[in-house]
């Protein structure tokens, strides 16, 4: 039997109320006395029930999600594993807001931050934009006592608390390998889709495919990166451009979204399952490309376990309890043809 505060008191020899005191640091207690009641707790090995004890204080955790609001099929994923999470983790008291703010905003994204700390929030979990400017107003809502974790794409040199996400360099060589792999031995040129330079997830990427296709295929050259800004259409007309321009191309490498613009583009140039290609995130329209042999590699890594990630993370860290080891790293996921799961 798991002892209990009746333990606590008889074992210290003081009162419940006192004991009370001590497990919710609250004046009123001498310095000999607390002594006591923490030998006493160490002693008979007390684990204290956290959601217990707030389910009785009648405690909420009121915790915010700031997702990109663009038409990016993952991003669509991810706002509706927040609106998943809401219900699943009310039984814990935990109330999700999700705001939806402008892909790649800056200015955008810290409005929204510097609005969750004004209504009372818990902790923030934001999908960072890559900037002094955001990891500032993360420092300054961590200066207010509102925990903040980042997912999806980190934010460099700022006060998160946690990334809750895939390691993109390594999903970039991870990539590189593979591409590598697909593409004409002898020679070749590959084009890169990115959505932005300032996503800190799609540089991390970018960094390790070029690193690896450097160390391991050096008879390959990367040609200058374009972005699609995440959007189809833009997605779209920059890798048409891409087409046109380098009509031996020997493969792409999508980092980021708006990969229905890609396949648009590489059926119109009727290249479709001819030239290697390797993206990210597995969403209706890159299953279709990978059962077609449009694309020929996905990576992939899941929005809910990000999220409930997140949630967990957050709660731990107000509650001031550790979370488990190893579950919320998040794992990078091989898709090929061969190996679809089977739709949702």
Known sequence: ?????????????????????????????????????????????YVRDVAAANLAKGRLYDFDFLVPDNDNSFMKLLRAAVADAASAFARERVRIRLHEVPAFDAKALIAAMENTAATGSAGVAIVGVDSSDVAAAIDALNGDGVPVVTLVSDVQNAARIQFCGINNF????????????????????VGVLMGSMLANDHRRRLDGFRAVIGETFPQIEILPVVEGQDDAEQSEAAVSLLLNAQPGLAGVYSIGGGNRGLVRALEKAGVAGRLPVVAHELTQSTRAALRDGTISA??????????????????AHVDGTETVEGQDRIRIEIYLKDNLPEDA
């Not at 005191?21 to 002594?35: C, D, H």
Request: overall charge positive; cysteine-free; aromatic content about 2%.
């Open 298 to 315: 996905v990576l992939h890594q899941d929005p809910g376990h990000e999220v409930r990630s997140a949630i967990r993370v957050l709660k």
């Open 1 to 45: 039997m798991r002892p209990t505060v009746h333990d606590i008191a008889a074992n210290a020899g003081v009162g419940l109320a006192t004991v009370d005191r001590v497990l919710n640091n609250r004046p009123g207690v001498s310095e000999k006395t607390r002594a006591k009641v923490e030998e006493a707790i160490a002693r008979i090995g």
């Open 170 to 189: 390594a999903a970039g060589r991870t990539a590189a390998s593979l591409l590598g792999r697909f593409v004409t031995p002898d020679v070749g040129k």
